[in-house]
């Protein structure tokens, strides 16, 4: 495991991946499906619970991408409720904020008292992405905070967006580190020549 104290000192600059590097996915979608379950239920008349059960247990044995297909199918439901679907992953007000990962946090206040940059870069619909980020609990982090969302210049693993964020601040590769948990993001850092490392190679303390 890694702690702040073993990052490289003259490391100025850290670029985060949002989703299931600082806060875990799920905790965003699980309460889509809640509600959006409860807008099937007042109007189709079916079961909420029932409706929730069946999202997370695809998402979670077939992956997010198959969720309204899966439900769409069981229930028989018009293909207009795609659109009222996909809609609210983009605008939903969650019941319940965003939680940061414990060892997120501890790292991202390490960083702010060693006053280095901080930098989100996230993939994804541009939109959804902020709606997450805005109903996220920052305990204050969100004042240092800088967000770029990918999709508005390449999605990652392709460097563009990276290259932007560079030249925005007048960064130096040698100075930046990218903490992100896919090999989409290992693979952004490679072709841009910045040093990279896995979120969940964090300690939690």
């Not at 889509?32 to 998402?59: I, R, S």
């Not at 490679?190 to 300690?203: K, R, T």
Request: proline share 3%; net charge negative.
């Amino acid at each position: 495991m890694i702690n702040y104290s073993d990052i490289d000192p003259r490391k100025d600059a850290f670029v985060f991946e949002f989703d299931n590097v600082l806060y875990p996915e799920k905790d965003y979608l699980f309460q889509v499906y809640y509600l959006f379950a409860g807008f099937l239920e007042y109007t189709e008349l079916l079961d909420a619970k029932v409706l929730v059960n069946l999202m997370v247990d695809t998402y979670q044995n077939e992956g997010k991408e198959l969720v309204f297909d899966v439900l769409q199918e069981r229930f028989k439901l018009d293909e207009k409720y795609r659109f009222n679907f996909e809609h609210l992953h983009k605008t939903a007000k969650l019941p319940l904020k965003l939680f940061l990962y414990e060892n997120m946090i501890n790292l991202l206040q390490e960083i702010v008292v060693d006053r280095k940059k901080l930098f989100i870069l996230t993939n994804g619909d541009p939109e959804q992405q902020l709606n997450k980020i805005r109903q996220t609990e920052w305990h204050g982090l969100e004042n240092y905070l800088t967000c770029y969302f990918a999709n508005e210049i390449a999605p990652k693993p392709e460097p563009d967006a990276v290259h932007y964020l560079i030249n925005e601040h007048k960064l130096h590769r040698r100075e930046i580190l990218m903490i992100g948990s896919s090999n989409t993001d290992a693979l952004c850092a490679q072709a841009c020549g910045i040093d990279f490392v896995f979120s969940n190679d964090f300690a939690s303390s």
